[in-house]
Structure formats: structure tokens, C-alpha cells
């Protein structure tokens, strides 16, 4: 019970530094609010001209966004630490919460929050809304879609950035994973195929954190639910387990060079 | 109290690979025992193994030989509980959230350490009162001072009363003041709270104010492990004198006696007592006229720590 | 060479070997015009399925593509590092030193480009000719390529100006993003904008994006080739609009540091 009232305590201290400089927090929210409008311009555009993508129309569209959106943004507020943490393995900065007896990946994953998260939020709920799949009967399938996908997200991006514990500089390596991961969750699923939608559903889980919630408001079916959930778990379990291991050979010294 | 050691290390060695085929010992076979309540400082320049030591103490980081408890714990095993007991302060790192007061790091600490919100009030008064923080509780951080950052760092350090407490350089960029103010609370701290105090420096005004111990250390090992009086008498070569005499000058050619200096009516001496007692000497002047004022110094501390890492390299690693 | 253009010249050297050094950066950029290509060939085909809207074909569209990501993905992202420098105070220290801030910056950049262009162009080639099996004529591309690297310079003065603006502001990258955005959508990065209405056509063509990106990549597609000699004016005239903001900006900076201290 106390790891929970220390993560309540965490995440309370997490939100009062990201509100502490008021006039950044609105302005980092709002232009990511305006950022993600600004990018969906295209496919607005676009699906004007065309009926549809091999069936997927510009609601579908709105719908990825939208998910992809409020479980980035659900990650970026609540464990923004997990961006920075290859910066932290590399740096030594483990070495502080690793000598304070509470678990050392939670703790460094809300030692961080980004106040563009919300904005992702807010945009992802309001392509939700423009799509007409937001109503009051789908909203709880909803909620439980979004966290699905946020935990997969943070599971994979957990793993890309615990790279740093076995290979060095890696900063790079990993933001860029990160990033291709989101970059593949905001396009239709029927554009790939063959061992592409393998590598979608595996390794850079864009099939998970996107295609399956967004299936499952097109085709509602207790199977695509289950995957989705199931997912998720599996990819915070095996970040949980690679993290682990990482700070095992943290502490086994093996990856230093500097000493003194 | 207790006489168990509060930190025992015995034959622990620690290499890193810093190239494919170079490998360093940072710590070599280093054995040493800390009491409950003293205070310990590691001294040595870069890379004599002085905070691979503190980290292996702390639980981060693996021996890859030799034993070592602290508080009876073995660090690496048990970090979590071990945790609870110890508290950290590194000197380039702060565990204080910056755009944040104090007072919000203090409070989640509190959760972290998992201490009772009464014991946590009372002790926060207590610490604020004698660091004399009630001014920057409430101040974000990044608009404080180094030495009001610092001190918010020790009383974070201190907030669940460990029994030990690792310093890795903590009065680094301070200037004398600030680091006068810190030396004399830690030392208050560690007698009332009984806590056993370890701390790396460069400074050798950390070691004079603060600690009781000194250990040199050099690549890894030992070079000198007692008190500080113990270490001056013991390298002890020369005492430096200051005369202020009626007669323009001196001559006092006695051995063991060095002229460091002279201008008119004042004479500099470095004096080896062994060769001329420091009493014979002051007769020689007295004899020449009157003498209106003495000084007379020990070595300084830096000297007689120079010297031994001079002997130490001239007799080869 | 004189002294003077020396200096510049080293300057872009050190821009050159910032980004020689920076490896993963460069095969981080390459992967991706590969991977986004990939994505975009297999859009166009879907769409093909019910016909393009627009009086090009498939290969033509990827090719766009090709070029519009080898601008955007070349360029480096001067922002951060700019930000970094004022945010650090290091700024300063070039204040007193024998050199302008805004030229170094811009010799920065040149050699910077130089290096990064023909890394990102080559993934950019090999991948649109694997998804098309075509390539331009090399008429096309002779005359795409100087555009191209006019463009380049453009684009990297927008990121110039966005930087000093870290003079003003806590933070630009927010900036950054909108900026980002507006050049992907006005300029036309994925889609020709003749593939837009009408009015957001017209309102694209008072920025300087459509110059950036759809211009010199339009040159690749036939269809929505632009007059060169239109296109050729509009580049010079953002170049130089672009320069003096960035040059009006910093004065604006050293005359408030010089006044309060920074």
C-alpha cells in the first residue's frame, strides 16, 4: 500500500512542477492542441478527393488520431519520465533513486511530466468527438481502449529506452523507435501487410496501440477487446522484466567507463 | 551504544574495463571498519577510488571481490532496506525537484522514507531551524542560492534520520562562508543525531571541520587511515614561524632552520623541530632584541597530504 | 580568400564535421525516408484503386514525396541547438568575439547541409526507385537539385529565425511544432497542393512554405510543375526576407542584452 500512496505522492509533486510555470504549461498545451489539428489537415484534405483508403474513411481517420492522440499524451503527462530515461541510465542519474527505497522505474518514470501531454489529450478526445464514436455508451469501451494502448505504449517505449543499459550511446536509437512507433500508429492499418503488419504487431507495436483499439470501434468483437488488454499487459510486463534486468547490469558496473 | 562497526569493508575490489584491453582497480583489496557515530573522510584525488567506494557502500554498485556491511546490511543485496537506514548527498547531483519549493521535495521524501506525518512535521521544524532554511522553504528552487540549495539538500538527506549518511563532495562550488555554515552543521547533526558520517572531498577544510578521520586513499588502496592530529604528527616536518622583532633583522642560523622570507622586522621560518627545538629558536631571536609578536603554525594540511601522495609515487605503485 | 571569408569557411567546416559526427542522427534520417516512403507508395496505390485526383501517376506521386522529405530531412534542426546556446548564455561569449552571430550561423548550416544532402538524397533515390521502379529523367533532376538546395536554405533560415526567438521566449519548440506543421500542410509536403482547394491554395501562396516544398518538388511531377522562373524569384525573395528577419532579430537581441544584462 505504501508504493501507492507514494505514486499518488509522486504524480501530485509531478503536476504541481509541470503547473509550476504557468504561462509554459498553457502554451506548450495549447500548441500541441493546434499541432496535431494542423497535421490532420492533410488527410482532411485529401479524403475530400478520394471516397476512401481500401475502406477506411476520414472518420476512421479521425478515430486513430484520436486514440493514438489521448494515449500518447495519457503517457507524456502522467510517465514523462520514460523519454528521458536513456538520458538518465547514460548520465547516472539511477544512482540517486536507486539509493531511495522505493521502486526505481516508477519513480523515474513520474519524475517527469511534459504539458504538451495534455494537449495530445485534448486534441485526441476532440478528433474522438469529430468522429461521432465518442458517445455516452461507447465512452467506457473507450476508456478502457485508451489505457490499453497507453500501457503498450509506455511498455515499448520503456523497453527502447533501457537500451542504453546494455549498448552505449543509444539516446538517439531510442527516440527514434519511440517516435516511428507513433509516426506507424497514425496511419490506416489496411496499408500494410506481409511481415511490415508482423514488425507493426511485435517489435514497434503500432498495432496495438492503434489499429486493434480503432478496429474495435469499426468491428466491435470481444476478441480484437481481449488482445488489446491482453497486450497491454504483456508489454508493461516484459518492460518491467527488461528494466529489471537493465538495472541489474547497472549495478554490476559492467557498463561504466567513468569511475573515480 | 552499540560497538559493532556501523561500516566494515574487507579486501573489497572493484575493476572497470575503461578500454578493450585496459583494465582499471578502482578500489584494490581495501579494508577499513567505521564505528557507529564517527566521522569519516575519504580523501584522494581523482580515480583513488573514492566515490567507487561510496557506491558500493550505497548499493549501486557491485564489488567484484571482498566483503562489505553497512549497518550490518550487505549493501547490494539489500539495497531496499538498507535504504531506509542511509541517507546520500552527491555534490553534482540534486534529488531536489527544481522549479519546485523545498518544501515539496521534503513532502514526497517523506512518502519515499515512508515516515509518520507527526515524526515528519516535527523533524522538518527541527532541520529547518538548524540550517536556517525558513526563509526558502517556500522559494522554488532554481531561484535559490548554491549554499541555500545545499543546505536544502543535507536537510533532505536528513529528513528520516539515517544512521548513516554519504556525502560525495558536498561543499563542491561553495564559497567560505557557505561552506564554513555547512561544515559546522553537519558535524552538529552527526553528534546529535549520533549518525556516522562519510564523507569524499577535495577541500582538506571539510576534513579540519568536520570529521575526526581521515583515510587516504590512493589507486584504490590505503595510504593512510587515522586521525587528523595522528596525521599531521606523523608527517609533520616543519612548523612554520612568524617573528616580529625590535632589530631589523635576524640571523638565525640554526639547523633545521629555513629562511622563508624576511623584510624588515618581520621574519618567515620554516623550522624542522627534530634538528632545532622550536623553544631553542625563539632564544636565538630573543637574544638579538625584543620580540613584540610569534606565530607559529603547523604545516598545512594540504602540504602534509602532498607530501604523502609524493612519497607514495616515488616509492612507485 | 580573404581573412574575412575564411572565417565563415571554417565555420562551415565545423558545421560539416558536426554532422559527419553525428551518425545515428544521419542513419536515424535516412531510415526514415525510407520507411516513410514506403508508407506513402502504399497510400497512392490505395488511392489509385479509385482513381488518382490528380493528372499524375503513382510513381510521379512517391517521387514528390522523395524530394519534399530530402528538403525537410536535411535540414537540421538549428532551433535547438540556437535555443541551447542562448538558454546556456554561450551567446555571450560570441558577442565578443570578431564575427557575426547570424553568418556563422548560416556557414554553420551550408556545411551542414552539404553533408547531410547527399546521405538523405541517396536513401531518398535508391528508396523511390525500389518502390517505383522508375526515376526522373536526369533533365528533371538537374534542374530539381539547385531548387532543391535553395529551398534547403530557406527552410533552415525559418529554423534560424524560430531560434533567436529563444531571446523572447522560455521555450520555442512549441513554436517549432506549429511552424513544423504549417510548412507540412501549406507547403504541401505529402500532398501537391493542387490537390487543395482553391482558397487554402491562395492562402498558401502568401507564405513561404509552398516555395520550400511543394515548388522545387513540384518540378519532379509533371502535372503540377511550376514556372521555374516564378518559383526562382519567390525562393530569392524568402531568402532574403528570411535573412534580414534573422539579422533583425539578433540586433534586436544584442541592443536588449546590451540594456539589461541578458
Known sequence: ?260 | MSTAPAIRLQELTRTFRVAPTTVVRAVDRLTLSVVPGERVAFIGPNGAGKSTTLKVLSGILHPDSGEATVLGYVPWRDRRRLAFEIGTVFGQRSQLWYHLPPRATFALLAHVYEVDPSVHRRRLASLVEAFDLGACLDTPVRQLSLGQRMRAEIVASLLHAPRVLFLDEPTIGLDVSAKATIRGLLRAQSQDGHATLLLTSHDTGDIEHVCERVVILHQGRVLWDGSIDGLRRRFMKTKRLTLWSEAERLTLDLPGARVLAARPHVTEIALDPRKTAVGALVDAACRQGLLHDLTIEDTPLDEVIRDIYGEAAGHGS | MTPRVGKYVAFGRVGASQALGNRAELGGRMAFVAIILGVFSSLWQAVAEHGLPIAADRAALVWYLAATEWIVLTVPAAHVDIEREIRTGDVTCHLTRPFSYPLALASQGIGMILVRAPFVGVAAFVCGVVFTGTAPSITLLARFVPFAFMAMLLVYGLHVVIGLLAFWLTDVTPVFWIAQKLLFVLGGLMLPLTLYPDWMQRLAHFTPFPAMLGGPAGLLVPATAPDTVRLARDLAVWIVVMAMAARALFERAVRTLQVSGG
Not at chain 1, 109 to 131: E, Y
Open chain 1, 1 to 260: 500500500m505504501s508504493t501507492w500512496t507514494f505514486a499518488r505522492a509522486l504524480f501530485a509533486t509531478n503536476l504541481r512542477a509541470a503547473l509550476a510555470l504557468r504561462g509554459a504549461f498553457a502554451i506548450q498545451a495549447l500548441f500541441m492542441l493546434i499541432n496535431n489539428l494542423t497535421f490532420f489537415i492533410v488527410w482532411w484534405v485529401l479524403l475530400r478527393r478520394v471516397p476512401d483508403l481500401r475502406g477506411w474513411r476520414l472518420d476512421d481517420i479521425e478515430v486513430l488520431f484520436g486514440i493514438t492522440a489521448t494515449s500518447f499524451g495519457l503517457v507524456v503527462a502522467v510517465a514523462g519520465g520514460v523519454r528521458h530515461l536513456g538520458r538518465a541510465i547514460e548520465e547516472g542519474e539511477l544512482d540517486t533513486l536507486l539509493t531511495q527505497p522505493k521502486p526505481t522505474l516508477l519513480y523515474a518514470l513520474g519524475m517527469r511530466s511534459n504539458a504538451s501531454g495534455v494537449g495530445d489529450m485534448v486534441s485526441g478526445v476532440l478528433f474522438l468527438v469529430m468522429s461521432g464514436h465518442l458517445t455516452l455508451t461507447s465512452a467506457p469501451l473507450l476508456v478502457v481502449l485508451i489505457l490499453a494502448s497507453a500501457a503498450t505504449f509506455l511498455g515499448c517505449g520503456i523497453v527502447f529506452h533501457s537500451l542504453p543499459f546494455w549498448l552505449s550511446r543509444t539516446e538517439t536509437v531510442s527516440r527514434q523507435l519511440w517516435e516511428l512507433t507513433i509516426t506507424f500508429a497514425i496511419y490506416p492499418e489496411p496499408l500494410f501487410g506481409g511481415a511490415l503488419r508482423l514488425l507493426l504487431f511485435t517489435a514497434i507495436p503500432a498495432g496495438f496501440v492503434a489499429y486493434l483499439p480503432a478496429r474495435m470501434l469499426r468491428d466491435p468483437s470481444p476478441v480484437t477487446l481481449a488482445a488489446s488488454v491482453g497486450a497491454a499487459l504483456a508489454y508493461v510486463a516484459i518492460a518491467v522484466w527488461v528494466f529489471d534486468r537493465g538495472v541489474r547490469r547497472y549495478t554490476s558496473g559492467s557498463r561504466f567507463v567513468a569511475f573515480g
